[in-house]
């Protein structure tokens, strides 16, 4: 037990580096080019990212399971790594809020979704919110990689890519966590779990932005493909870390620019 909570720490201290060192060379995207865009795609683009900009940091930005705290006190790397994971994503939070200002949109302070997303959040426990976290943050990179894709504008394709990049690192620091939790692997109700969990996300998203996201340019089949590629390549690459044994060892987090995190 006393091995098992050393392990963790190391690959702990791994992951508070990786958040140090993704600090540095974070281009801000300028806000003040000159802006043209169609106003049709201006509006649902302003709309949308008003949305995800409460959802993506802008709401409490910490754990707020009713055992967050402890979980959070089990040990002071754990705290570390915790906090400087939703620092992250109060960078999101305002990145966002610069696109949603260029965009001319209304900021949004509360919706339905966001009042149950935080419910669901506080009702069950620490590990469980990590993992719906985990999932909100697979189908965000589907969603910022359709932005980035049909937006033309270079400052909000920039902010897409920086987020794409702290998302990937995000990921993989889940992935090595969970295969720290369970280092035989996931079994067949795990995964049916993650997937069942995964798509459910994905239709939130869909409801909620699906139209949007189309009058920009999406196809749902492409957003259909992006979400099942993005859950599968999670739930593969924990099988093929625990199948190596690779979890016993410390992973340094791999992803790159592209925000591929597996
Ligand atoms: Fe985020
Ligand atoms: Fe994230």
Known sequence: MHLMKTNRDIHQQKWIWHFEKNRMNRKEPDWQMPFAMEEKKRRALAWSLAEYQLGDG???????AR???????????TQRVTDMWFREEAEHSRLLSGAVRRLGGTFVTDTFAFRQFQRVRRFMGAQFEMLVLLQVEIISTVYYRIIRKHCDDPPIVEMCTLILRDESGHISYHRDRLCQDHPQGWNLFQRAWFYFLGY??????????????????????DFLAQVHRGLRGFVRSVLRRTRCGQSKTVLLPRHSHEGRAF
Request: proline content about 2%; overall charge positive.
């Open 67 to 77: 055992d967050a705290d402890v979980y959070r006190a089990s040990s002071s790397s």
């Open 200 to 221: 459910a996300c994905a239709a939130v998203l869909w409801l909620g932005h699906g139209r949007a996201l189309r009058t920009i340019g999406m196809k749902n089949r």
């Open 58 to 64: 802008g709401g409490p930005c910490c754990l707020i």
